[in-house]
């Protein structure tokens, strides 16, 4: 009796065998394409595409020529703006000053031996240039203002011919800021004929705040005049060291508004206390901005600052 051959069972471990790997092949995919890009090599985030090559690195980029689309304003970071008056004497204090990698403006007294030299030298770096225009003060003449000044007792046509002889001594004027004037800057009508010039040749006005009795903000208003008043002066000539002490605070954040308008004089001590203290302002989070910038700002928003503390 012959034998027929043995058939394999269509069940058999060759046939169990090819089901699992077709399961374990199966359900491998769908997990690959399950799994997040980010999840895949264990956690690895992709890539990022690498700089174009030659490309400087964004903090070596310059900055874009001219006030920002926002006026320079930075979030979080103090806006300061300083202006360095009494310019046109001493051409190796300006030269110091011009050294200082920042956007300080020079108000330059009129007639003065090294006026018209200090406002081309200013220019020609790149600094804002105005004319420190005297006024006369309380106490005249035992306090003197100095040659160009106007009086209160002036007529219209003495106060306008007096400032445009002023103004052609200066060249490259951006704006004005008042030389004593605790009297003028108290007058009426004598300011009215300042800003009425002033208007004509596009300049703004900065208050010096020498009297708290000046009425610059209101007649700025009438005239619509680009105006700002200054926050503080940074020292005097009696206590030298006042600079020096007053930067210390700033850099320590004990003065908290968040913009501010300084006054400064080139003193030696106050030179070398802007010297010090300029390149540290970054880490501190005060950010220099030009003089127009700030004077155009406030014109835009006066009412944040009409109850602003008027320091000596």
């Known amino acids: 009796m012959k034998r027929g051959k043995k058939r394999r069972s269509p069940g058999g471990p060759g ?12 359900t491998g995919l769908i997990a690959l394409l399950l799994i997040p890009e980010g999840g895949r ?28 689309s926002d006026g320079g304003r930075h979030a979080g970071a103090k806006r300061v703006a300083i202006l360095i008056d009494d310019i046109g004497y001493d051409p190796e204090a300006l030269r110091r000053l011009l050294a200082i990698e920042a956007p300080l403006a020079f108000s330059v007294l009129p007639h003065t031996p090294h006026a018209r030299s200090s406002a081309e030298a200013a220019h020609r770096a790149g600094r804002e ?24 007792s002036m007529t219209a046509q003495e106060i306008r011919r007096t400032l ?7 060249p490259h004027v951006r704006g004005v800021n008042n030389h004593m004037g605790s009297k003028f800057m108290e007058e009426r009508g004598p300011v009215r004929v300042v ?16 009297t708290e009795a000046s009425v610059a903000r209101e007649l700025a ?19 030298r060291s006042r600079a020096a002490v007053y930067l210390a605070e700033l850099l320590h954040a004990r003065d908290t508004r968040g913009e501010l308008l300084l006054i400064a004089h080139p003193y030696p001590e106050t030179i070398s206390a802007l010297e010090d203290a300029i390149p540290r302002f970054p880490a501190a989070g005060i950010r220099l901005v030009r003089l127009a910038d700030l004077v155009a700002a406030r014109r835009t928003s006066p009412e944040d600052r009409q109850n602003r503390k008027q320091t000596p």
């Open 15 to 26: 046939t169990t065998w090819s089901l699992i790997l077709l399961v374990a092949g199966i």
């Open 195 to 210: 800003f009425g010039v002033l208007r004509e040749r596009g300049l703004y006005f900065v208050d010096s705040l020498t």
């Open 41 to 68: 090599r264990g956690g690895t985030p992709a890539p990022q595409p690498q700089d174009t090559a030659g490309k400087a690195p964004v903090s070596a980029a310059p900055e874009r020529a001219g006030p920002a």
């Open 129 to 152: 240039v105005l004319l420190h225009l005297p006024m006369e003060p309380h106490g005249f003449p035992d306090r003197d203002p100095g040659r160009g000044a106007l009086f209160s």
């Open 221 to 239: 208003s009438e005239a619509s005049l680009r105006f700002a008043q200054r926050d503080r002066f940074i020292d005097d000539a009696e206590d």
């Open 164 to 170: 445009l002889e002023d103004l052609k001594s200066v």
